[in-house]
């Protein structure tokens, strides 16, 4: 990497740094939550629900991706993080509070008419060992793979369930949220990637793997593997709207909503043995 590539990076970390920090700062502000770009269209939910009933309260909800929510709680920019990946050994002194549940889904074109792929086939896939529909029993045509950016929650949680480890192809569309995956693969049909099964529309389609469909009741009986913990990260005990904002997550109503947006409460499959 030349010079002035590594320049230009640490100059755009250094920006991203500055408007989380800002925007943790906002002095209208009684709670900023910074983070995962797949937990974020839930804590926004969340947070219309919550001050609804605490109109004296203000939450803003904003991206970045997992590793820049820790960091920002890291650094004490900000008090409340998302991630949508575990903790690293070197986060572990951070406070990890599982709100749901997540399968991670491989998507496609609705026109694509694969039912089933393996978890082999989709590493060779991402390592571009298969870069053609035809060998899948589809069409001549080759394969658009789009995957999220370093640093993504998502992808790190898909390089390790499925990819275990071996490295996407850097031949790979990176886009920098759910959002923008589903929208790519949505309009090729050619195109395959993965997004959290929480932020499937209409455009798209989830594969099974391995025989196994993306649904909540193989998530519930552990049948799909592919799951991924929500959290909420902090420093230190909560309290004040903070404290009060977990709690409501994490009562009945909060799992409620989170249930009818797709994902699985903690209860749930906690009581799984």
Known sequence: MNRKIRARIIYLAWLIFCFIFLSCHRPQASLTVVGSTSVQPFAEILAE?????????????????????????????????MSSRNLTPQE????????????????????????????????????????NWQELGWENRPITLVTREEGSGTREAFQHLIMEDKEISLAALVQDSNGAIRQVVGDDPQ?????????????????PIDGVAPNLENIRNRRYK????????????????????????????????????????V???NSKS
């Not at 820790?70 to 993080?81: N, T, Y």
């Not at 039912?115 to 571009?128: D, H, P």
């Not at 959290?196 to 209409?202: K, P, R, V, Y």
Request: overall charge positive.
């Open 49 to 81: 629900e919550f001050m609804k009933n605490h109109p004296q309260e203000k939450i803003f909800i904003q991206g970045g991706g997992s590793s820049a929510g820790i960091q920002a709680v890291l650094s004490e920019a900000c008090p409340l993080g």
């Open 92 to 131: 572990k002194g951070l406070l990890a509070i599982p709100i749901a549940y997540d399968a991670i889904a491989v998507i496609v074109h609705r026109q694509n008419p694969l039912t089933n792929l393996s978890k082999v086939q989709v590493q060779k896939i991402f390592t571009r060992q298969i870069k």
């Open 191 to 207: 195109a395959i990637g993965y997004i959290s099964l929480g932020l499937l529309n209409e455009k798209v389609k989830a594969l």
């Open 226 to 265: 592919i799951v991924r913990p929500f959290l909420f990260v902090l420093k230190k005990e909560p309290s004040g709207v903070l404290k009060d904002f977990l709690n409501f997550i994490l009562s009945p109503a909060g799992q409620e909503i989170l249930a009818k947006e797709g994902l699985l409460p």
């Open 267 to 269: 209860a749930t499959l």
